[in-house]
């Protein structure tokens, strides 16, 4: 029996280890989704001088879980005259492209052996992995324009053909402005682009590809914010026009699919810019400062005290209770990396990738809470007359440097 | 595996094109269409052309389609309305279909070892890695077709801008 059992894991490892990784990562993204919106609510409120949610929950950490409840929980109707089938695929289609296209970026550049087996950070490592993502981008236009054209509303349709011509003009500039880096990178893996800018180690974070390709760089995060229908190029949605865009006929699970999907895009865009421009797991410092690996510890361990510090004078018993006990675990994970430097090793890549990711989230949040919505010829006009010939200047100079150099 | 994969796609492309000749409205045909293209992708990709299968996502299901989708959408367009149609058409379509599709595949069938001629099919069955062969097959050996294709496509952008300007 157990031998059997031993055999069918040996034989199927990998579709086994597969699965338990995209379940995680699924688990893991949602929740992360989950507390974006808290963060970002959090942001823009500090940035307004208000205090943003702070009731459910100490410094209301708990109003995700509150308003994924409210989610579920609410009534769920289907307009009079709507097209069932096609209602019923545009979110569908919209959070399946989102979450299937996080599963072509690493996470780490070693794999955990367990078992004699290596496991890496990231479900596929694809040869073709940027092409892949560009085809899932390409296909997440379907989600908003179905669901913009099936709600059979004015509003909606409006949205939706708004969005969907913006989403087609900026996939140009999207995808032209990465040939820079392809062209130095000479390969369409993720992986293989970060060991590219990793071979000058030395020189830390004047290694990056953000250097060279300060314009492909630009004109990426510019297209990159479009594509994914935020401010400024909110246009889609822009309430005080079109209601609330294509998904005014949604509401409920149906509206929140929408909006799961919109900040998993966002997480792949951050995790993009980091991989392709800022070197990805590589740090800033070059790699001979050994006791940079302390980081970590440093950052997690003043957080944690701080954490516990403002716990212990919270207003709430709840508060009181909660929030050192957080501070307390943050504060023991800083303290193992410095105790088992096997750990603190294996932590170094995983960690600054997030930290970079975290940090475009943030300029995601930043650029929310301080810029205006363009109008929509302007956005066309930049678009097409702007970020393209840009894009298309990028890809002319880098190829004639790097032919010149040989 | 690969058997599998040509099993269900290729059944699926069949049943989603035939989907779109009998649905009624236009979207649904559209997407039918989109049903076709994706799977065409996977067979190509459970053939090692990964590039193409990319690139057949990304320039149809992504570009063409969304642009029909569009059009559709732009248009508001409904259902289709069904007519007998012309009795030349009804009385000899069918068998005349039959003969095309028999003399195609039969010159495709007897012609078979000349297409190999350019190379494609042969590069992309083992190689891991195929942009780099497509791309040089495209600079070198294939390079006036691919030129011509690209001023056919810029005769059609000067047809847009001619269309779309406004009258002086």
């Keep these: ?406 | 595996m690969q058997l599998a994969l040509f099993m269900i796609f290729g059944g699926l492309a069949v049943l989603a094109a035939l989907n779109l000749l009998l649905q009624r409205h236009p979207i649904n045909s559209a997407l039918s269409l989109v049903v076709v293209m994706m799977s065409l992708a996977v067979l190509y990709w459970s053939l090692g052309a990964e590039f193409l299968a990319a690139a057949q996502v990304i320039v149809y299901s992504g570009a063409i389609m969304v642009f029909f989708v569009f059009v559709i959408m732009l248009l508001n367009a409904g259902e289709e309305e069904r007519t007998t149609g012309s009795r030349a058409a009804y009385i000899v379509g069918f068998p005349g279909a039959a003969a095309i599709f028999c003399l195609l595949s039969f010159v495709f069938l007897s012609e078979r070892n000349a297409f190999g001629s350019s190379n494609v099919g042969g590069y992309l069955n083992h190689v891991t890695s195929n942009i780099s062969e497509v791309s040089s097959l495209l600079f070198t050996k294939l390079l006036l077709p691919f030129e011509v294709t690209s001023v056919l496509i810029l005769v059609a952008i000067l047809g847009a801008v001619v269309l779309a300007r406004k009258e002086q």
Excluded at chain 1, 193 to 200: D, R
Excluded at chain 1, 235 to 257: N, R
Excluded at chain 1, 316 to 325: A, K, S
Excluded at chain 1, 337 to 358: D, H, R, S, V
């Design chain 1, 1 to 406: 029996m157990i031998d059997s059992l031993t055999q069918f894991l040996n034989e199927h490892w990998d579709v086994i280890i597969s699965l338990v990784k995209i379940a995680l990562l699924v688990f893991i993204v949602l929740t992360v989704n989950a507390y974006l919106t808290w963060f970002e609510r959090k942001v823009v409120a500090h940035m307004q001088s208000r205090w943003g949610p702070h009731r459910v929950g100490p410094h209301g950490l708990l109003q995700p879980a509150a308003d994924g409840l409210k989610f579920l929980l609410k009534e769920d109707p289907t307009p009079a005259g709507v097209d069932k089938f096609t209602y019923y695929l545009a979110p569908l289609m919209a959070l399946a492209l989102a979450l299937t296209s996080i599963a072509i970026i690493p996470f780490g550049p070693d794999p955990i052996v367990v078992f004699g087996h290596k496991i890496y950070l990231g479900i596929v490592d694809l040869n073709i992995g940027l092409l892949a993502l560009f085809a899932i981008t390409a296909l997440s236009v379907y989600g908003v324009a179905l669901a913009g054209w099936s709600s059979n509303s004015k509003y909606p349709l409006l949205g939706g053909l708004r969005s969907s011509a913006q989403m087609v003009s900026y996939e140009l500039a999207l995808t032209m402005s990465v040939v820079g880096v392809l062209l130095m990178a000479g390969s369409f893996s993720l992986r293989d682009i970060i060991n590219v800018q990793a071979i000058h180690a030395d020189r830390g974070l004047f290694a990056w590809n953000v250097f060279p390709q300060i314009l492909g760089f630009i004109c990426f995060f510019t297209a990159a914010v479009a594509e994914t229908n935020r401010v400024p190029f909110d246009l889609p949605e822009a309430e005080s026009e079109l209601v609330a865009g294509f998904h005014t006929e949604y509401s409920s699970f149906k509206f929140a699919m929408f909006f799961i999907a919109e900040y998993t895009s966002m997480i792949t865009v951050s995790s993009l810019c980091a991989i392709m421009f800022f070197g990805g797991w590589l740090s800033p410092f070059p790699a001979t400062w050994t006791f940079t690996h302390y980081l970590p510890s440093l950052i997690l361990i003043p957080f944690g005290l701080w954490v516990i510090w403002d716990g212990i004078r919270y207003e709430t018993i709840f508060g009181r209770i909660v929030l050192p006990g957080i501070g307390t675990v943050i504060t023991v994970i800083g303290a193992v990396l410095i105790a088992f430097p096997f750990i603190n090793e294996f932590i170094q890549g995983p960690f600054w990738l997030l930290g970079k990711i975290f940090f475009f989230l943030f300029v995601y949040v930043w650029m929310r809470g301080t810029l205006p919505r363009f109008r929509y010829d302007q956005l066309m006009a930049f678009g097409w007359k702007f970020l393209l010939p840009l894009a298309m200047a990028n890809i002319i100079a880098t190829s004639l440097i790097m032919a010149l150099r040989g």
